[in-house]
């Protein structure tokens, strides 16, 4: 977690994801949950009435791999629930890219926020292969 103050407030940023997807399957937080000891898997995190007085978040996503990755926001009503639902649309993301989903209105109104990974084709390698990752995940939120 970092921080910074600017003009709108302050500025927090939590990791939601680390993965090294090696695979076509559908990856969330249930079928891959953070692992503290390997630094690995997807995160829930809250955004709602436990954290208050934010005045919106967004989540920032970066495709370290070699294939277009596909990112779906989910909301959750509570850390244990086993039916997300989905806040807008997804979004691909080119190699080597990053990309800033916004779920609208602000402060979107779900109170734990997590992703849906996916690609298409298998990716083989990654852009930067000095880091451990192919695809990183950061929620960020403004108070």
Sequence with gaps: MSGAVFATGWVQDYLLAQMYITDTSVHTYLTDPYNLNTGYGIKILPVGTQ????????????????????????????ELTNIPYQI??????NSGQVTLLVPSPQPFPTPYVSLQLSFSTV???????????????YLIIIR
């Design 51 to 78: 954290i208050p007085s934010i005045k919106s978040w967004s989540v920032a996503i970066y495709n370290n791999s070699n294939q277009t990755l596909t990112a779906q926001l989910l909301g959750s009503i509570d």
């Design 123 to 137: 990716p083989t390698s990654q852009v930067d292969i000095t880091k451990p990752y192919n695809v990183v995940a």
């Design 88 to 93: 807008g649309s997804s979004a691909s993301i």
